[in-house]
């Protein structure tokens, strides 16, 4: 593997010399193209700019006939190269004269003839071309006359290389879909192994080198364990890290998982504002304003009451600094949590370990040949063609919809012949080959991928000679560099930048604190006139609006995000992506509105709705929120012309239209692209939601403050809208006939919530739904009945695997579930006598993982034994509900939550009915409060305990031996206890117990409670706090803690390592 690996690098270091021709013939068929454009386009040419044009369109269809036969060829000569790339140079500059003659002022011809509308229009019209871009002109095309007169030594030359050899691929077909499974070779031992360690199902400590215990380890802050992935790039760890993540007994064990990616860049805050999105799975942009406390508060909102896995990926030497203050911050109240860190660093790896590292060896050339079998490319493809200008910064998130802006700007995507797709389609299925074939490898994040180390290597080696990375390399720039992406916090060379003329993209990354580098950024501006891509996002330095920005004719693709300019103005004209995040709505000017070609804006969802005019960007494709007014500027006809609006879009305050006319002139049936579509507004009337028809490619429909009491016609005929996966109606007062959802034919989610004036649901109208995996139902209180006659509409939600049924106390009647074996989630709660339904169908759940049941006052009692696959309970104020054979029937069970349900385990009072000692190997979590401790609940595998609500004074003997029987906790939370005077004492025989917590009790005593070996005692709420502090009447009892937290602040906090040297916690 280490020769293979060795060998690649070889090749990549000679890329940029043996591959030549490959790029050439693209760039060309864009001038061409641009050339016919313009002879066809405009009309009463002068003679003298007609001759020249026809030259130009002569020379460039002979040199794409040349560059087509030596994209054929793996080309080793120097000189071929060169005249290769003249040619490449001189197809750029006839493209960048025939943009200036397109978009400058001086263009007053170009209309095509089927827009001219009069003749005397036509007579004043032509393009008039002044003696510079003439004499510009002149000189692409004798240059390129002189290039195609030496063509003929050219290709003798190309014929007699010997060196040369045709290019082919390895076959097979290409698909432009992402492969759903992460592929995984030779890391079958090392994967299990690990995934035995995190499940915490591994007995000892694996015998097998492939994973060492790592002497020393150390029990961190809050319980949290981490294990690190470390070797050389490429070696496959984050491969192995996705298929652990992704696994399902992972997904099962875990409340919360997240991923995020490190890299270089490494912050305390920004790390927990990733991982708090990754849970949430949120795609808006952080509040740069939130503190690093707010930060803190919100994820232990999260994550504080369960167990969460974490992926840190790409952990680089910076983060060690820092990874206490991280550990600190997220550390839960629930021990179990794990987090997976996968590096090149050795000192990361012995910083963060605390239960093994996984070092990971190349795999054998077996299992790499395999690997490499599996994920080769084909042959050369448009793909290829349109991959020259990739910028590649180091540790970088390639974001998929940005790069493809980006493509788009630079005109690498071409429009089909049909003229159907848009461009954004086609560049999306473009960069998902790329993805397929291991050009980029996906992140969860979803949007956000990254590229290999070794690809970008030689992705950098084969288009050196067009990108220049400011600061990765050491070589002097190609004066012809097109693209360029600088580091700006390397001040050393920065004035150098001023050479380069010929600039189409500028990327500027880092941080810099001097207002020198916008001096640099004007200057390059007003040197390069064909800029079509500039990012200047994060330049905070940067607070006047860059003064060339306004003559950027071409410029499409412009990003000030985070900066902070003052007075944003002077826009270019031809933008076709602009991003402004950070900006607040006042700082967005109306002016934006006349930016006609933008098909892309970036702003705040407030911001963008509060725009009056913004119908005038009729090529927008993005409008999150748009709130109806009743001022000019701000009604619902701006959305008439906005036809490529796609995604999702909400519409609120429809309440203020006055009818369906005015409705209807939104033409939201017209937008075809449009994926989600929301409706918000008061009372609103059914002559206005009739207008508000949706095109029938519509996936997703959530209607709220519908005023009638039966829907419009539209969703009443669900055969016309065959994509619809997904329908929400809510506060929606006076409805009281819900439409024939079983009419669409491809829902899966649906949900009805707060609908009062429903009494019946039958199955004419409601249907047999069966494709529906999703249904909630919630605040229905008026609801009675649920009917369905299963001989004439077919099995009732054959394939749900979620139900919620929530607040519908009337419920009386429901139909035969008896199909619903598929179920997987069950969570019902104040649901009248739907309850009284349940025991019948338990036979019938054999597929439940998860069951919630919510206050209840029927009797119920039932035995779980055909719950086999249940993993997680929750049982609140169910006083009368008991389980026959107790908990012991759920042999999968992992978390018991359990609050006022007294009677629950009344049958373990008959000493007949014993808890098996092996029965709930697999239970880690409990939180409950007097409900489950009794003495013959054994649970010996339980890692976390969170007591609640106790209104006693002290525990009993009974209780206090409960428990004294934890084996395995690691935690105990007491919380809420408001008139508990003292703990059980039984708590020092815990040898296990890492964290005790208090929360919110009276002032009591913790004389021969506190274990030796505990590691943090967490204390909140107390009045009396002088008492655990040095000198106080409890101390001694509680010193030997090595982190003690009072009321939020730390009491002491010694080196856990060296505090628990005796006791490790290895695996």
Same mark, same amino acid.
């Given at each position: 593997?280490?020769?293979?690996?060795?060998?690649?690098?070889?090749?990549?270091?000679?890329?940029?010399?043996?591959?030549?021709?490959?790029?050439?013939?693209?760039?060309?068929?864009?001038?061409?193209?641009?050339?016919?454009?313009?002879?066809?386009?405009?009309?009463?040419?002068?003679?003298?700019?007609?001759?020249?044009?026809?030259?130009?369109?002569?020379?460039?269809?002979?040199?794409?006939?040349?560059?087509?036969?030596?994209?054929?060829?793996?080309?080793?000569?120097?000189?071929?190269?060169?005249?290769?790339?003249?040619?490449?140079?001189?197809?750029?500059?006839?493209?960048?004269?025939?943009?200036?003659?397109?978009?400058?002022?001086?263009?007053?011809?170009?209309?095509?003839?089927?827009?001219?509308?009069?003749?005397?229009?036509?007579?004043?019209?032509?393009?008039?071309?002044?003696?510079?871009?003439?004499?510009?002109?002149?000189?692409?095309?004798?240059?390129?006359?002189?290039?195609?007169?030496?063509?003929?030594?050219?290709?003798?030359?190309?014929?007699?290389?010997?060196?040369?050899?045709?290019?082919?691929?390895?076959?097979?077909?290409?698909?432009?879909?992402?492969?759903?499974?992460?592929?995984?070779?030779?890391?079958?031992?090392?994967?299990?192994?690990?995934?035995?360690?995190?499940?915490?199902?591994?007995?000892?400590?694996?015998?097998?080198?492939?994973?060492?215990?790592?002497?020393?380890?150390?029990?961190?802050?809050?319980?949290?364990?981490?294990?690190?992935?470390?070797?050389?790039?490429?070696?496959?760890?984050?491969?192995?890290?996705?298929?652990?993540?992704?696994?399902?007994?992972?997904?099962?064990?875990?409340?919360?998982?997240?991923?995020?990616?490190?890299?270089?860049?490494?912050?305390?805050?920004?790390?927990?504002?990733?991982?708090?999105?990754?849970?949430?799975?949120?795609?808006?942009?952080?509040?740069?304003?939130?503190?690093?406390?707010?930060?803190?508060?919100?994820?232990?909102?999260?994550?504080?009451?369960?167990?969460?896995?974490?992926?840190?990926?790409?952990?680089?030497?910076?983060?060690?600094?820092?990874?206490?203050?991280?550990?600190?911050?997220?550390?839960?109240?629930?021990?179990?949590?794990?987090?997976?860190?996968?590096?090149?660093?050795?000192?990361?790896?012995?910083?963060?370990?605390?239960?093994?590292?996984?070092?990971?060896?190349?795999?054998?050339?077996?299992?790499?040949?395999?690997?490499?079998?599996?994920?080769?490319?084909?042959?050369?493809?448009?793909?290829?063609?349109?991959?020259?200008?990739?910028?590649?910064?180091?540790?970088?998130?390639?974001?998929?919809?940005?790069?493809?802006?980006?493509?788009?700007?630079?005109?690498?995507?071409?429009?089909?012949?049909?003229?159907?797709?848009?461009?954004?389609?086609?560049?999306?299925?473009?960069?998902?080959?790329?993805?397929?074939?291991?050009?980029?490898?996906?992140?969860?994040?979803?949007?956000?991928?990254?590229?290999?180390?070794?690809?970008?290597?030689?992705?950098?080696?084969?288009?050196?000679?067009?990108?220049?990375?400011?600061?990765?390399?050491?070589?002097?720039?190609?004066?012809?560099?097109?693209?360029?992406?600088?580091?700006?916090?390397?001040?050393?060379?920065?004035?150098?930048?001023?050479?380069?003329?010929?600039?189409?993209?500028?990327?500027?990354?880092?941080?810099?604190?001097?207002?020198?580098?916008?001096?640099?950024?004007?200057?390059?501006?007003?040197?390069?006139?064909?800029?079509?891509?500039?990012?200047?996002?994060?330049?905070?330095?940067?607070?006047?609006?860059?003064?060339?920005?306004?003559?950027?004719?071409?410029?499409?693709?412009?990003?000030?995000?985070?900066?902070?300019?003052?007075?944003?103005?002077?826009?270019?004209?031809?933008?076709?992506?602009?991003?402004?995040?950070?900006?607040?709505?006042?700082?967005?000017?109306?002016?934006?509105?006349?930016?006609?070609?933008?098909?892309?804006?970036?702003?705040?969802?407030?911001?963008?709705?509060?725009?009056?005019?913004?119908?005038?960007?009729?090529?927008?494709?993005?409008?999150?929120?748009?709130?109806?007014?009743?001022?000019?500027?701000?009604?619902?006809?701006?959305?008439?012309?906005?036809?490529?609006?796609?995604?999702?879009?909400?519409?609120?305050?429809?309440?203020?239209?006055?009818?369906?006319?005015?409705?209807?002139?939104?033409?939201?049936?017209?937008?075809?692209?449009?994926?989600?579509?929301?409706?918000?507004?008061?009372?609103?009337?059914?002559?206005?939601?009739?207008?508000?028809?949706?095109?029938?490619?519509?996936?997703?429909?959530?209607?709220?403050?519908?005023?009638?009491?039966?829907?419009?016609?539209?969703?009443?005929?669900?055969?016309?809208?065959?994509?619809?996966?997904?329908?929400?109606?809510?506060?929606?007062?006076?409805?009281?006939?819900?439409?024939?959802?079983?009419?669409?034919?491809?829902?899966?989610?649906?949900?009805?919530?707060?609908?009062?004036?429903?009494?019946?649901?039958?199955?004419?109208?409601?249907?047999?739904?069966?494709?529906?995996?999703?249904?909630?139902?919630?605040?229905?209180?008026?609801?009675?009945?649920?009917?369905?006659?299963?001989?004439?509409?077919?099995?009732?939600?054959?394939?749900?695997?979620?139900?919620?049924?929530?607040?519908?106390? @009337? +419920?009386? /009647?429901?139909?035969?579930?008896? *199909?619903?074996?598929? #179920?997987?989630? &069950?969570?019902?709660? %104040?649901?009248?006598?739907?309850?009284?339904?349940?025991?019948?169908?338990?036979?019938?759940?054999?597929?439940?993982?998860?069951?919630?049941?919510?206050?209840?006052?029927?009797?119920?009692?039932?035995?779980?034994?055909?719950?086999?696959?249940?993993?997680?309970?929750?049982?609140?104020?169910?006083?009368?509900?008991?389980?026959?054979?107790?908990?012991?029937?759920?042999?999968?069970?992992?978390?018991?939550?359990?609050?006022?349900?007294?009677?629950?385990?009344?049958?373990?009072?008959?000493?007949?009915?014993?808890?098996?000692?092996?029965?709930?190997?697999?239970?880690?979590?409990?939180?409950?409060?007097?409900? @489950? +401790?009794? /003495?013959?609940?054994?649970?010996? *595998?339980?890692?976390? #305990?969170?007591? &609640?609500?106790?209104? %006693?004074?002290?525990?009993?003997?009974?209780?206090?031996?409960?428990?004294?029987?934890?084996?395995?906790?690691?935690?105990?939370?007491?919380?809420?206890?408001?008139?508990?005077?003292?703990?059980?004492?039984?708590?020092?025989?815990?040898?296990?117990?890492?964290?005790?917590?208090?929360?919110?009790?009276?002032?009591?005593?913790?004389?021969?409670?506190?274990?030796?070996?505990?590691?943090?005692?967490?204390?909140?709420?107390?009045?009396?706090?002088?008492?655990?502090?040095?000198?106080?009447?409890?101390?001694?009892?509680?010193?030997?803690?090595?982190?003690?937290?009072?009321?939020?602040?730390?009491?002491?906090? @010694?080196?856990?390592?060296?505090?628990?040297?005796? *006791?490790?916690?290895?695996?």
């Amino acid at each position: 593997m280490a020769k293979c690996l060795k060998g690649f690098q070889i090749m990549m270091s000679a890329a940029a010399e043996q591959v030549a021709g490959g790029f050439s013939s693209a760039v060309i068929q864009r001038a061409v193209d641009k050339v016919i454009d313009f002879l066809e386009s405009n009309y009463n040419l002068s003679h003298a700019t007609e001759e020249l044009l026809t030259k130009l369109h002569t020379s460039l269809t002979m040199v794409r006939a040349i560059t087509e036969v030596a994209d054929n060829q793996l080309i080793t000569s120097t000189s071929l190269n060169k005249w290769l790339r003249n040619l490449h140079d001189a197809a750029y500059e006839a493209e960048d004269v025939l943009d200036r003659f397109d978009c400058q002022d001086i263009v007053l011809g170009k209309r095509k003839m089927s827009e001219l509308v009069s003749s005397s229009i036509r007579a004043l019209k032509s393009l008039v071309v002044p003696d510079e871009g003439m004499n510009r002109l002149e000189y692409v095309v004798q240059k390129l006359d002189h290039l195609c007169a030496t063509s003929n030594t050219f290709l003798e030359l190309l014929r007699q290389s010997s060196s040369s050899s045709i290019k082919e691929g390895a076959g097979g077909e290409t698909t432009s879909r992402v492969p759903v499974d992460v592929k995984l070779f030779g890391r079958d031992e090392v994967l299990e192994l690990i995934l035995r360690v995190i499940l915490g199902s591994s007995g000892s400590e694996p015998e097998s080198g492939s994973i060492r215990a790592k002497h020393g380890a150390r029990y961190t802050i809050g319980g949290v364990d981490v294990i690190p992935i470390v070797g050389m790039s490429g070696v496959g760890k984050t491969t192995l890290a996705q298929v652990i993540y992704n696994h399902e007994n992972v997904k099962g064990h875990f409340g919360h998982r997240a991923w995020v990616y490190v890299s270089k860049h490494f912050g305390v805050k920004r790390t927990l504002q990733e991982m708090l999105c990754s849970i949430k799975g949120n795609d808006s942009s952080f509040d740069r304003a939130d503190s690093l406390e707010t930060v803190v508060n919100n994820i232990q909102n999260v994550i504080r009451h369960g167990r969460f896995f974490l992926v840190l990926d790409s952990v680089w030497d910076e983060m060690c600094d820092q990874w206490s203050s991280l550990l600190t911050a997220i550390a839960g109240e629930v021990p179990g949590s794990v987090i997976l860190v996968t590096t090149q660093s050795k000192r990361v790896a012995d910083t963060v370990a605390t239960m093994c590292q996984v070092p990971l060896a190349p795999l054998p050339w077996e299992s790499f040949w395999s690997a490499f079998q599996y994920y080769a490319f084909g042959t050369t493809g448009p793909v290829a063609e349109n991959n020259q200008t990739l910028l590649l910064i180091g540790n970088y998130l390639f974001d998929k919809d940005r790069l493809v802006n980006m493509w788009i700007s630079h005109d690498f995507i071409e429009q089909s012949k049909s003229g159907g797709t848009r461009l954004e389609d086609i560049g999306g299925k473009l960069f998902d080959e790329l993805v397929q074939r291991s050009f980029f490898q996906a992140t969860f994040d979803k949007r956000r991928y990254t590229m290999h180390d070794l690809v970008r290597a030689l992705a950098i080696g084969v288009s050196s000679y067009e990108c220049f990375l400011h600061k990765e390399t050491s070589r002097r720039a190609s004066p012809t560099a097109r693209h360029l992406a600088l580091q700006v916090s390397n001040q050393l060379h920065i004035h150098e930048l001023n050479k380069y003329k010929n600039l189409r993209t500028i990327l500027l990354f880092g941080h810099c604190d001097s207002t020198e580098i916008c001096d640099v950024v004007d200057n390059m501006l007003a040197n390069s006139r064909s800029i079509r891509v500039l990012d200047l996002s994060y330049l905070e330095v940067l607070t006047n609006m860059p003064a060339h920005i306004s003559s950027l004719k071409k410029l499409r693709f412009f990003d000030l995000s985070f900066t902070r300019v003052n007075n944003l103005r002077n826009f270019p004209c031809n933008l076709h992506a602009l991003y402004l995040h950070g900006y607040t709505r006042n700082s967005i000017p109306q002016s934006v509105n006349t930016l006609a070609n933008l098909r892309h804006l970036y702003v705040d969802a407030t911001a963008l709705s509060l725009i009056p005019g913004i119908g005038q960007l009729s090529q927008l494709q993005e409008l999150e929120n748009f709130s109806v007014g009743k001022r000019n500027g701000f009604m619902i006809n701006e959305l008439k012309n906005m036809q490529e609006l796609s995604g999702k879009i909400c519409i609120s305050n429809i309440h203020v239209i006055k009818n369906t006319l005015e409705a209807a002139d939104a033409n939201m049936i017209g937008k075809k692209h449009l994926e989600a579509l929301v409706l918000k507004g008061r009372n609103v009337s059914k002559d206005v939601l009739e207008g508000l028809q949706p095109h029938s490619n519509l996936q997703e429909l959530m209607i709220e403050g519908y005023g009638a009491t039966t829907l419009p016609s539209w969703i009443l005929q669900g055969h016309i809208f065959t994509k619809l996966q997904s329908i929400h109606v809510g506060s929606c007062r006076l409805l009281a006939v819900l439409p024939p959802f079983g009419k669409f034919a491809s829902l899966k989610h649906l949900t009805l919530d707060n609908l009062p004036s429903v009494k019946h649901v039958d199955g004419t109208h409601f249907g047999c739904l069966p494709n529906l995996e999703d249904l909630k139902v919630s605040s229905m209180t008026s609801w009675i009945d649920w009917s369905h006659a299963e001989e004439d509409h077919g099995p009732l939600l054959p394939h749900l695997t979620r139900f919620e049924l929530h607040n519908c106390p @009337l +419920l009386e /009647k429901v139909p035969n579930l008896s *199909s619903i074996s598929s #179920l997987s989630e &069950l969570n019902i709660s %104040a649901c009248g006598n739907f309850a009284k339904a349940l025991p019948q169908y338990v036979g019938l759940l054999a597929c439940l993982k998860k069951l919630r049941i919510s206050y209840c006052d029927h009797p119920l009692l039932f035995s779980g034994h055909q719950l086999k696959s249940l993993d997680y309970l929750h049982l609140r104020k169910c006083g009368s509900l008991r389980l026959i054979d107790g908990l012991q029937c759920f042999p999968n069970l992992r978390d018991i939550d359990v609050l006022g349900c007294p009677g629950i385990l009344t049958e373990l009072q008959d000493q007949s009915v014993r808890q098996d000692e092996q029965d709930l190997l697999h239970l880690s979590s409990i939180v409950t409060d007097i409900s @489950l +401790l009794n /003495k013959n609940f054994f649970v010996p *595998s339980v890692c976390a #305990l969170c007591i &609640l609500y106790l209104e %006693a004074l002290h525990f009993t003997a009974e209780q206090e031996e409960w428990f004294g029987q934890l084996i395995s906790v690691e935690k105990i939370e007491f919380a809420y206890c408001y008139f508990l005077q003292r703990l059980p004492s039984t708590l020092n025989r815990l040898t296990s117990l890492k964290v005790l917590s208090i929360r919110e009790t009276k002032p009591l005593s913790l004389e021969g409670v506190v274990p030796q070996n505990l590691q943090e005692l967490i204390m909140d709420g107390f009045v009396m706090e002088d008492n655990f502090k040095p000198g106080g009447s409890d101390w001694l009892n509680i010193s030997h803690v090595p982190y003690i937290r009072l009321n939020g602040k730390t009491v002491q906090n @010694l080196s856990i390592n060296a505090a628990s040297s005796s *006791s490790n916690h290895q695996i």
